[in-house]
């Protein structure tokens, strides 16, 4: 918002200076007969562009999500809000990495979750734990969206969903299975150790055929059945 006002008054200050030579000021007969500076306005140019941009790229962002998680979430209504540094400081669910609202599909991500989730897209092949966490953190809103609130079926709806959600949002096949096994196999089995906060979006069963496996055609787990040398070898 602050950047947004701070390149309208560039845009107002371009303005002045054109309409200076149009229309007589006030106390003049008539209009600034001067031609246009041309650097002073190429600079209120590049000063107004440059604080329009963080703003413009913050709504493309916030738009591509919101259309991706509305994908992943069965075409319900889905609406990302990337929160600012400042959002998240006064953000009563600040602990979380993003919280959705099933009734109204509304998701909020923190600071700086969104950025996070754009630099994973960068270089999704060499991604971090970080980095392919926050792909989780949208399939996981995302699933709450679709209706879910129990932590741990959400949670376990995401982990057979992050390979989808990997390609929805442009990752190549085989990059998106292998981080999605790697969220299931690193992050998610570590919640169960993690103590009562992160214990509880994890279940013994949610695995290949336990009680949660939903038995998706594009499944996580698809490649993978409860023979343990199969298991060993995906890991
Ligand atoms: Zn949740």
């Not at 209504?77 to 599909?105: M, W």
């Not at 966490?133 to 699933?143: D, K, Q, V």
């Amino acid at each position: 918002m602050l950047w947004t006002l701070i390149s309208l008054f560039f845009c107002w200050l371009i303005f002045r200076d054109f309409q200076s030579r149009r229309v007589a000021q006030k106390g003049y007969d008539y209009p600034d007969p001067a031609p246009a500076y041309k650097p002073y306005l190429i600079i209120l140019v590049v000063l107004a562009l440059s604080f329009a941009w963080p703003p413009f790229h913050h709504w493309r962002i916030e738009r591509f999500l919101s259309a991706k998680a509305t994908e992943l979430a069965e075409l319900h209504p889905a609406k990302v809000h990337c929160n600012t540094i400042f959002d998240t400081a006064f953000d009563r669910e600040q602990l979380s990495i993003g919280h959705a609202n099933p009734e109204t599909g509304e998701i909020v991500i923190q600071y700086p979750w969104c950025e996070t989730l754009m630099d994973y897209l960068d270089h999704p092949d060499s991604a971090n734990a970080e980095e392919i966490y926050s792909l989780n953190m949208l399939t996981h809103e995302s699933m709450h969206v679709r209706g879910e609130y129990n932590e741990a079926i959400t949670e376990c709806q995401a982990v057979q969903r992050n390979y989808r959600a990997a390609k929805l949002l442009g990752v190549a096949d085989g990059t998106a299975r292998k981080n999605a096994l790697d969220y299931y196999y690193n992050s998610y089995q570590g919640k169960a150790n993690l103590g009562w906060f992160s214990a509880r979006y994890f279940s013994d069963q949610c695995a290949p055929d336990k009680a949660m496996d939903e038995h998706l055609i594009d499944s996580t787990w698809l490649t993978l059945s409860t023979d343990p040398r199969q298991l060993l070898s995906a890991q």
